[in-house]
């Protein structure tokens, strides 16, 4: 072959691996196209536009505020929450202690029977002698505050009403129907009396009335006074009104010298003094004028009351009334001994007649506890599971001091005793501080009140189951 033609042909072979090569450096400059998944080539694209410049990072979504925490409940005042139980009573009571609801209660289911006879006024019976709810406390630790009342005998008697204001035990305020200051055993609580009926002197004691009273205690109970005004009422009798306008003050201090001694058997001796003092000009509506009852609930003396009922036949309180009475205890270990003398003087009148009646009481009531707790005041409180025992006695007079009463027309001599004696035993099982049973035999004679002589003696029994907490 000729050296030229192959010249020829190695040029032309040469010229197309140089345009082979040129192609693909031109490919290679402008970015291949090829299928990245094949790896085939592909046929040459539009240029594609310039990428649009990346998006501006969204900003951080803002996070959600954290929600406020729920507020805790707003804490109730101390006054608004409540505690509850029961220590002599059920109790209800602010967390704080400053106020306070004691709810309890007294039954006393008594059954009276008469020995050799029956008194023409009075019936062999059951009985409830009181059944009362009481609730009492304090509000916002300076105002206590009692409601008695009582539905003995099917009938609703409000026994005490009052308010205290009490910043101090020295001196304290009592506003409503509260006990007079006046008897030792009247102003024992009822629950407490040594017998299940209280004695003869109360009968010329006030009960309950309606008035204004201070009172406090010195000393850390040595001395303890009372002083107050009161609507006034007659000897033995309770108060829900008036209608007059005569007031009536009392006036108590009781001592116990030896109360912070730490002398046991000294430490429960006390003596006392009360008065109450009125002038009054009474009515038909509110006579003010006594009955006399035994313990069983005999009257034996009451003043004329008329046919016609009216001042010309009927006798009603007329002037100045006062009363005196000298008191005290003694409570050492299983023994107590408590005593009271009473005297009280008033003017009546019955058609323009007038005449001054003084009357007087005395008592001295024993008890020995003879399981040995501690009598007291305030009743006992057993320490054994079978609980306490005791048995107690008592004698007691009562006596107009003359029969002037009689011969001015004023009672009755057929009806009404010129006076009284009386003696008693009894015994009383205490199961707890709730649970008590009585049993009280007493006798009583008297001078006058029958048609010729004197009223036959009265012989009764009285036996009483008490609830009281």
């Known amino acids: 072959m000729d050296r030229p033609l192959q010249w020829s042909r190695g040029v032309k072979c040469l010229a197309i691996l140089l345009l082979l090569c040129g192609v693909a450096h031109a490919q290679l400059d402008a970015g291949s196209d090829a299928d990245p998944a094949t790896g085939s080539d592909a046929a040459a694209p539009t240029p594609a536009p310039d990428p649009a410049p990346a998006p501006a990072p969204a900003?951080?979504?803002?996070?959600?505020?954290?929600?406020?925490?729920t507020p805790a409940p707003a804490a109730i005042p101390g006054a608004l929450q409540q505690t509850s139980g029961f220590k002599d009573g059920f109790i209800l009571a602010a967390s704080d202690g400053s106020s306070k609801l004691y709810i309890g209660g007294i039954a006393q289911f008594?059954?009276?029977?008469?020995?050799?006879?029956?008194?023409?006024?009075?019936?062999?019976?059951?009985?409830?002698?009181?059944?009362?709810?009481?609730?009492?406390?304090?509000?916002?630790?300076?105002?206590?505050?009692?409601?008695?009342?009582?539905?003995?005998?099917?009938?609703?008697?409000?026994?005490?009403?009052?308010?205290?204001?009490?910043?101090?035990?020295?001196?304290?305020?009592r506003f409503?129907?509260?006990?007079?200051?006046?008897?030792?055993?009247?102003?024992?609580?009822?629950?407490?009396?040594?017998?299940?009926?209280?004695?003869?002197?109360?009968?010329?004691?006030p009960n309950r009335d309606l008035g204004v009273m201070a009172f406090g205690e010195l000393a850390g109970g040595t001395l303890?006074?009372?002083?107050?005004?009161?609507?006034?009422?007659?000897?033995?009798?309770?108060?829900?009104?008036?209608?007059?306008?005569?007031?009536?003050?009392?006036?108590?201090?009781?001592?116990?010298?030896?109360?912070?001694?730490?002398?046991?058997?000294?430490?429960?001796?006390?003596?006392?003094?009360?008065?109450?003092?009125?002038?009054?000009?009474?009515?038909?509506?509110?006579?003010?004028?006594?009955?006399?009852?035994?313990?069983?609930?005999?009257?034996?003396?009451?003043?004329?009351?008329?046919?016609?009922?009216?001042?010309?036949?009927?006798?009603?309180?007329?002037?100045?009334?006062?009363?005196?009475?000298?008191?005290?205890?003694?409570?050492?270990?299983?023994?107590?001994?408590?005593?009271?003398?009473v005297r009280s003087t008033q003017h009546v009148v019955v058609n323009g007649t007038?005449?001054?009646?003084?009357?007087?009481?005395?008592?001295?009531?024993?008890?020995?506890?003879?399981?040995?707790?501690?009598?007291?005041?305030?009743?006992?409180?057993?320490?054994?599971?079978?609980?306490?025992?005791?048995?107690?006695?008592?004698?007691?007079?009562?006596?107009?001091?003359?029969e002037q009463v009689f011969d001015a027309g004023f009672a009755d001599p057929t009806k009404s005793v010129r006076g009284a004696w009386s003696g008693g035993v009894g015994a009383d099982w205490f199961a707890n501080t709730a649970f008590r049973a009585v049993v009280d035999v007493e006798r009583t004679w008297f001078e006058l009140g029958a048609k010729t002589g004197n009223r036959a003696a009265e012989t009764s029994i009285d036996a009483r189951v008490q609830l009281a907490f």
């Open 59 to 69: 900003p951080a979504p803002t996070p959600a505020p954290t929600p406020a925490p």
């Open 110 to 173: 008594d059954t009276r029977l008469f020995v050799g006879g029956q008194p023409t006024s009075n019936a062999d019976q059951f009985a409830f002698q009181t059944l009362r709810i009481d609730l009492r406390g304090t509000l916002f630790d300076h105002f206590d505050y009692r409601f008695l009342p009582d539905f003995a005998s099917g009938k609703l008697v409000v026994q005490d009403a009052y308010v205290d204001v009490r910043y101090s035990n020295v001196l304290k305020l």
């Open 176 to 205: 409503g129907k509260t006990k007079v200051p006046f008897g030792i055993e009247r102003l024992q609580h009822e629950a407490s009396t040594t017998f299940a009926q209280r004695g003869l002197p109360n009968n010329l004691v």
């Open 224 to 341: 303890a006074y009372q002083l107050g005004i009161f609507n006034g009422v007659a000897d033995g009798g309770s108060g829900d009104g008036d209608l007059t306008n005569d007031k009536e003050g009392a006036a108590r201090a009781f001592v116990r010298p030896w109360a912070q001694s730490g002398i046991w058997w000294l430490a429960n001796l006390g003596a006392g003094a009360a008065a109450t003092y009125g002038d009054k000009h009474a009515n038909i509506g509110q006579p003010d004028t006594p009955q006399w009852k035994t313990q069983a609930q005999t009257t034996i003396f009451q003043y004329i009351v008329g046919p016609t009922n009216t001042l010309a036949d009927t006798v009603v309180a007329d002037g100045l009334h006062w009363r005196a009475t000298a008191q005290g205890y003694w409570y050492a270990g299983p023994l107590g001994l408590l005593a009271e003398y």
């Open 354 to 402: 007038h005449d001054r009646v003084a009357a007087s009481a005395w008592q001295a009531v024993g008890q020995w506890v003879i399981t040995g707790e501690n009598a007291t005041y305030n009743s006992v409180t057993p320490r054994n599971s079978y609980g306490a025992f005791d048995i107690v006695g008592r004698v007691e007079r009562i006596a107009l001091d003359s």
